[in-house]
């Protein structure tokens, strides 16, 4: 079987890591110069590998195999959160790289065909997974149009500047593949603390997201009386209170919910707030969960704006996300290689974060395998696992690949 080369891998990781390093993290959201810097740096990897090489019109980085017959393709994205861990998504990114060249290097495998691919913003800066839905042609006009980011930057300005705005956009060949393979960090506590090394994932959550707005009267904090205030601080507590009630009585076992963001305008100590801000995202991998919660918001929204004071409004703060399930038949072929490389250490898991996988899985079979992250942080600079899991879960993602390519 395939054998990869684990210096090289980790060589590999950490250079990608020093592009956009801010200590012990990366800030290398899409599109920004040290992204376009890391794909193109990426495309020269797949290239030396002997895959043939393109940046697409939305940042996407495919190196296809020369090699005739159905293929695999690996990978995931390699933009981050703005403060984001050096392994999300980048892990998965160099797996690909690391085992076309593995297959590549061994007589047993070498005509077997894996492409590999970096996704572009599947950390959502402009639009969730937009590289994968672009790849499987989900990315439609009307989405594209108004993306744009917190800061109010357009995507198309952003693809300007990338230089992107006339490259062709790769549209996969569904012919081609038999499925794509995404290796990821579990981003939580229970593969460490369950003393497993390999996550062999079976779902992925299903996700909503919604953007409340509280427009109230600014006035004077300390002449307008209680009784007369339309504050619209008020009601974004009154809300977010009555979530953090509400939610768990139509929640499932692994549900979250996150209110991350919140803006009071103008935020100042002595004046009545008359404008703020809430994203809700809330995750779950049954959709009747997902709809629950919204369903729950819309009459906590009726609730407060009965009330007389700053009124509450609600919009989709992104597009709605089905839970995903995973192969199958793939699964079986992560698992046995688990067992091979891990015996007695790996697990069956549903994934709790959301994944490029997620989406491409409506155009093709997808199957995920995490590796455990230590004290299960993610999406901080504090992101971490140890170079023997990383190594660990590239062999067993290289083998479960050539026995997919010769089944
Ligand atoms: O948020 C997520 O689940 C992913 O890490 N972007
Ligand atoms: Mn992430
Ligand atoms: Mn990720």
Redesign the pocket.
């Known amino acids: 079987m395939p054998q990869i080369n684990a210096e090289r891998l980790l060589a590999d990781l950490r250079h990608l890591r020093s592009i956009g390093a801010v200590d012990n993290g990366v800030v290398r959201p899409a599109f920004s110069e040290k992204d376009m810097e890391a794909r193109r740096w990426l495309k020269a990897e797949y290239e030396a590998a002997g895959l043939e090489a393109t940046i697409d019109g939305v940042g996407n980085v495919l190196g296809r195999s020369p090699n005739p017959g159905k293929a695999v393709l690996i990978g995931s994205h390699s933009d981050t959160?703005p403060t984001g861990g050096w392994l999300?998504g980048a892990m998965g990114v160099v797996y690909g790289l690391e085992v076309a060249r593995a297959l590549r290097e061994d007589p047993e495998t070498r005509h077997l065909a894996v492409d590999a691919v970096s996704l572009q913003d599947?950390?959502?800066r402009f639009f969730?997974c937009m590289g994968s839905r672009s790849l499987c042609g989900f990315f439609t006009p009307e989405m594209e149009a108004d993306a744009q980011d917190k800061d109010g930057v357009k995507l198309t300005d952003a693809l300007r500047a990338a230089g992107l705005t006339d490259v062709p956009r790769i549209k996969l060949d569904r012919e081609r593949y038999l499925g794509f393979l995404e290796a990821h960090i579990e981003?939580g506590p229970h593969l460490e603390q369950d003393d497993n090394n390999i996550g062999v994932v079976t779902s992925i959550v299903g996700l909503g997201g919604l953007h409340l707005t509280f427009e109230g009267q600014q006035n004077h904090a300390g002449t307008t009386m209680m009784s007369i205030r339309k504050d619209a601080s008020a009601a974004l507590y009154a809300l977010a209170n009555a979530i953090n009630e509400e939610f768990p009585k139509v929640a499932g076992e692994r549900s979250v919910w996150t209110m991350g963001r919140a803006v009071i305008t103008p935020g100042a100590a002595s004046i009545v707030p008359g404008y703020a801000e809430l994203d809700l995202q809330y995750r779950d991998k049954s959709t009747d969960v997902l709809d629950a919660f919204e369903a729950t918001v819309a009459r906590l929204i009726e609730e407060i704006n009965a009330r007389g004071g700053a009124k509450v409004s609600a919009a989709p703060a992104r597009v709605r996300v089905s839970p995903a399930h995973m192969d199958e038949g793939f699964r079986k072929h992560i698992a046995a290689s688990a067992q091979k490389h891990a015996p007695e250490k790996w697990t069956e898991m549903p994934s709790g974060?959301?994944?490029d996988a997620g989406v491409i899985s409506e155009f093709m079979p997808c199957a995920m395998l995490f590796i455990p992250s230590i004290g299960g942080i993610?999406?901080d600079f504090a992101e971490d696992s140890h170079d023997d899991d990383i190594a660990l879960g590239c062999q067993v993602l290289a083998d479960a690949t050539a026995s997919i390519l010769s089944e």
């Open positions: 959160q999300d599947e950390e959502s969730g981003q974060a959301f994944h993610s999406h």
